[in-house]
């Protein structure tokens, strides 16, 4: 029983952190008469739809850009990204060190320094303003975490099922194909998990390589909205609520990789 | 130099007896060929045309027409000798030192009390991860809300303890605070995460021995806990810092470094020269991009550091 003082003190404290969460759903029911009230309403009693209405009504077209992005995101990551952790884990090139240098400092580069650089290069190949360019810069977000992850997951499948594939006459991309992406299965969901949430939650590329164009993700849909009617809170609450569904799903049904995915390079085991 | 280079391939050959049709290092270049070409195309162009933006005077119109003029190291003069400079240099100071401390702090004080299983504990541990999870436009927007002046939760809040109207977002001297304390609560989840895992690591005979010795909670914490962590906590620490050094969209789409440079950091007066602005003047803002990526450089030479020698021992 004396741990039972633990739980309590957890659920506080996970009330305090998820405060601004429970808010933002607070107030996207809240009625646009009500928003400024004083003080203001700590429970939705009288709840509206209007916001959901009107976000839904807004924002498709946004949602279905950005589920687009991300998906394209996913399929660029894993294509670049799962040959190349096979390599590094098990076929021992040539300048692996050099390799494992550049994903770390890859890492390290600002998206801003990442975007002006993207910038300069898409407003000649007359890519600004497209989906196309916008999910081959939300990859880079993705790509080395993607590698740096496989590597370390396919250095764990034991050699003799590789060798025990040789010797049966198979090639190596017989073997990549039929041995090790089967078995990688886990770090794939994981490094998809993150490539998608990733692209879906992007805002320094979308607002700046794609912020003329007709054709934009949720996230410069919400900064839009912000800025252009500052006091339909309701609405602009109501999109934060959809554009998070992605996480709660991930939160729900895809805890363990996330886990996975957070404590993946910062802490060996 | 030709016979030295191909003798020890005809050894191993010999050695070998029957040659592979391929070499498996030929197959291993092939697999890592999307990477590299990738790497160079969308990592190490962009960086190249960043420094090209920094020594040359980018005019929107040079942009479109190619010709700009070559001012050697110009920007990177009036970048440094900028009224912006020193203030963007100390707000990122502020709010990177500032953020990655207290979330450390908290971060570390929920490993520990997470550490000990009790009922629940691993759906309430679960439950710390959302913030990491939102879109940060999501966060931002719902801080920006509860932080409003007039209508904000915080200050309705604060007016219950007597505490008068604080204009979180639109005075200097609060708008970099209010920054600062939205960052820390984006970064929470990160460092429970990674400080967790770091304390399973340390065995429990330990703090059985310990306990036998007559120590109490807080001895333990001190003389074994924080000790034996500390490999991780320098990781963690440093992973907060490069990863606080970049942030842009939390600050912009609060406060856009404002009112005036109050909270502008160095990422932000980037983001400001090159986008926030009717007149983008991308020059300058790619010398300040470069200056950022020299101090982010030289932290991840720290971590490359640390870690070389926690894998030797």
Redesign the interface.
Known sequence: MK??W??V???V??AV??F??Y??FN?SLTKTSD??A???HWFPWDPTFEGYTAALGQQLPALATSLFIGLGTVALTL???L??G???AK????GARG?D??L??????????????????Y??LGMLNTVAGLI??D??LA?PFG?LLFRAFMASIPGELMAAAQIDGAS?WRT?RSIILPLSRNSVITVSLFAF?WA??D??FA??LN?NSDVIP??LG??RY?GNNTTQ?NS??AT?VI??IP?AF??VLA?RY??AG??AG???? | MTSVRTRPATVRRAAHQAPRRRS??W???A??T???L??IA??A??????I??SVHDYTPRA??Q?DPEFTGLDNYVNILSDDTFLRALSNTALFTLGSIAVQYALGLA?AV??H?H????VA?R??????????????A??????LNS????VN?AL?AFGIGQINWLTSPDTSLLAVTIANI?LG???NL??LY??LQ?ISADLYEAAGLDGANAWQRFWRITFPLLRP?SA??LL?GL?YT??V??IIW?MTKGGPADASTTL?IW??RE??GTGQPD?SP??AV??L??LI??A??LV??RLQRR??RG
């Open positions: 741990s039972s633990r739980t003190l957890g659920i404290l996970v952190m998820l601004p969460v808010w933002m107030v928003m400024r004083d003080p203001p294509v670049v990204s040959p190349a096979y390599a590094l076929l021992r090139p040539l390799i240098f550049l770390l400092v890859a890492q390290m580069i600002p998206a801003v320094v990442m975007a002006m650089g993207f910038y300069a290069i407003i000649r081959v810069a990859s880079t790509v590698v190596t990549f949430l879906w939650s805002f320094i607002s700046t912020r949720i996230t919400i900064f912000i809170w602009i609450m934060a554009a998070s996480a991930l939160l805890q996330i886990a957070v404590t910062a802490v060996k085991d | 498996p290092r197959t291993a270049l697999f890592l999307p990477l590299v990738y790497l969308f990592y162009y962009p960086l190249y045309r960043n090209d933006l942009f479109v190619g929920l009390f997470f000990r009790f009922r629940l504990s309430l679960a439950m710390f991860l959302v913030p990491w999870l939102l879109p940060l436009i999501v966060s927007s719902t801080w920006s809300w509860m007039e209508n904000g939760i309705a007016q609560w929470i989840p990160f995460v990674i895992a770091g690591t991780v990781i963690t992973l490069i050094l970049k842009v969209d789409i990422a980037s983001y090159a986008f991308f803002a790619a991009g470069n950022l990526i982010a450089f932290a991840g971590h490359v926690e894998e």
